[in-house]
């Protein structure tokens, strides 16, 4: 149960810290 919501909440997490160190 609680991996799920992790994952759920690392995605948007990794994704906007790369996007914004990609950019």
Do not use: D, W, Y
């Amino acid at each position: 149960g609680e991996g799920l919501a992790v994952e759920q909440m690392k995605l948007p997490l990794v994704e906007g810290e790369a996007s914004s160190t990609s950019g």
